[in-house]
């Protein structure tokens, strides 16, 4: 049974919190070897289709690396798929982030590297590591500028400053700011508006958006190949989203 991460199914759903409040949900190598485990079962379970990541407590989503038990000379062998399992890994399904608290430096990366960041309003972030002579070397320094404006991103990475929710709306990286104490149940919100769609169609838009932003040109974008393109074609929910329609009902997606 995992110790510092829990993770639950409701249907087709998965509710993933990192749990270790008392460390405001700081993460060290066990805890992302745990989330590596509950990720790959996520990855290969046909019948989830949506997750959510959250943080144990109202305080923190998580405060990053747990550097006290770097400090202590805990073993910090991390997983191949990176901190928290999340940030080497490209994750074909969606994720959404439910920011209840404070999400910094390793903890606002975990979040950057889910699909939607759904934030309490007293949610902030950061990536403070320049203020103690590290960096944001989790995927921060890439997905934020790649999230935001770049001049942006680099008032946040220069500065280690902390942005509230709001803030982080206007700016873009937060897909919608929930009342205090209703991030979770924002995000199930919205992955309950994802399953109304085509899980394989989730798939395949997700990967055609992601691959599609490595090419320099719109027209190369457009005209590229992609696998998830095909598997889309020949999937059966391609063939029940369009008799659904044409008989006026709810499709029944099968996910394949």
Known sequence: MPEFCSAEKDGHVLTITINRPDKMNAIHPPTSFEMDTILN??????????AIITGAGDRAFSAGNDL??????????WPESGFAGISERVMAKPIIAAVNGLAMGGGFE?????DLIVA???AFFALPEPLVGLAA?????????RSIPVKQAMGM??????VMAQEGYALGFVTEVAPEGGALDKAREWAELMMKCSPVSIRTSKDVV?????????????HADYDSVTTLRNSLDFIEGPKAFAEKRAPDWKGR
């Not at 975990?110 to 889910?114: I, K, Q, T």
């Not at 990475?157 to 902390?162: M, N, S």
């Not at 932003?213 to 457009?222: K, N, Q």
């Open 157 to 162: 990475i220069l500065t280690g400053r902390r």
């Open 68 to 77: 006290r038990y770097q400090a202590e000379g805990g073993d910090m062998t």
């Open 110 to 114: 975990v979040a950057l590297a889910c």
């Open 210 to 222: 992601r691959r599609g932003l490595e090419h320099g040109s719109m027209s190369e974008a457009m």
């Open 137 to 145: 070397l989790g995927g921060g320094l890439h997905r934020l500028p």
């Open 120 to 122: 309490a309003e007293n």
């Open 41 to 50: 079962d996520y990855e290969s379970d046909p019948e989830l289709w949506v």
